[in-house]
């Protein structure tokens, strides 16, 4: 068997020789919840930003003037890519939530498939500019994946407090490239060339959580590609960098069946008494695979931390 070639069993699928599937991969199970009525309260509409950043927005009966402003990772180019359960269960605490695409996904105005520091930054500016014009006294910032790096990255050149962010919550956040790319080395083999890179993961790699995504769509799978202009861009984010600067509390939610990016090295981001709550049950994607235990995780950080 060749190195990195995926091998469909009946188990699963194999990479270089070993399970992908392990026994910490669960079936995900319900959890109650008491916001069930509110949900249904619960109003969705689209709409853009001044520079065409495309957004979702949820909002209860009677919003609070704090929100919560979610940022997708990397190449995330559908709407649905997070269950709206997710964020409904979110705004039937009460906080108005908006959750941002980056410029050239999911409809964003922008070059198709092209995320570098100039679109990271406008993405991150223009969704601070909204909540200022929405009358949103403070944030908190929910960045998933890639989009921690790129948030740590422009939170620490601009003053959080000065934007209004009260906190931050990470959600299988990514560290760096080199950590991030232990699992995959057929993408390893990719960066190291520094001609092409892929904007959608390779479809054994996604398939590795397959036990718990339940939306897979037909464009999973390395069908569309970039050029590299964007790699060096890539390369040079390092949340171990930037998470020590932010002076806000924060939140690291750590998928325990992740095989995107290793939970270890997602836990490693947090300093001693910062807070660390393990989703389990769950894939990459926690929004998806474990909404209602995800949001009640946060609403009750929330609560306890930050908005008394």
């Given at each position: 068997?060749?190195?990195g070639?995926p ?8 990479i270089s020789?070993?399970k992908?599937?392990?026994d910490v991969?669960?079936p995900?199970?319900?959890?109650p919840?008491?916001?069930a ?9 689209e709409?853009f930003t001044k520079?065409?950043?495309k957004y979702?927005?949820?909002l ?8 919560l ?21 979110l705004?039937s605490?009460?906080?108005p939530?908006?959750?941002f ?7 964003s105005k ?5 995320i570098?520091?100039?679109?990271s ?5 223009e969704?601070?500019?909204l909540a ?9 910032d929910?960045?998933?994946s ?13 003053d959080?407090?000065?934007l209004?962010v009260n906190?931050?919550i990470f959600?299988?956040p990514?560290?760096?490239?080199d ?10 083999k990719m ?5 092409y890179m892929p904007?959608?993961?390779?479809a ?8 718990y995504h339940s939306n ?6 390395a069908?569309k ?12 984010l390092?949340?171990?960098e930037y998470?020590p600067?932010?002076?806000v509390?924060k939140l690291y939610?750590i ?5 995107i990016?290793?939970?270890l090295h997602?836990?490693n ?14 894939g ?9 235990i995800?949001?009640?995780?946060i609403l009750n950080?929330?609560s306890?931390s930050?908005y008394?």
């Open positions: 068997m060749s190195a070639k091998i469909i069993t009946k188990e699963g699928f194999l020789g070993k992908v599937f392990e991969l669960k995900a199970q319900e959890v919840t008491k916001r009525e509110a949900r249904k309260e619960i109003i969705k509409t709409g520079g065409g950043i979702l927005n949820y209860s009966a009677e919003p609070k003037k704090e929100g402003l979610f940022f997708h990772g990397f190449g995330v180019d559908r709407t649905d890519y997070a269950k709206d359960e997710f964020f409904e269960e705004a605490a009460g906080y939530i908006y959750v695409f980056s410029p050239g996904f999911a409809g922008g070059q198709r498939g092209y570098d520091e100039r679109t930054k406008q993405r991150l500016e969704a601070h500019n200022k014009e929405e009358g949103l006294s403070k944030t908190t929910i960045f998933h890639f989009a921690t790096a790129e948030g740590a990255k422009y939170l620490t050149e601009n959080p407090t000065t209004g906190s931050i959600i299988a990514f560290t760096n490239l950590e991030t790319l232990e699992n995959h080395p057929i993408l390893k960066y190291a060339l520094g001609r904007r959608w993961m390779p054994p790699y996604l398939f590795a959580n397959a036990k897979r769509g037909p464009k999973v799978g069908k590609w970039v050029k590299a202009r964007d790699v060096e861009f890539i390369k040079a390092n949340s171990k998470i600067k932010l002076g509390p939610m998928p325990d069946g992740d095989r990016i290793p939970p997602q836990r981001l947090a300093s001693k008494n910062e807070k660390i709550i393990n989703i389990p049950n769950s990459h994607n926690a929004m998806n695979d474990q909404p209602q995800t949001a009640t995780e950080w929330l306890q930050n008394p």
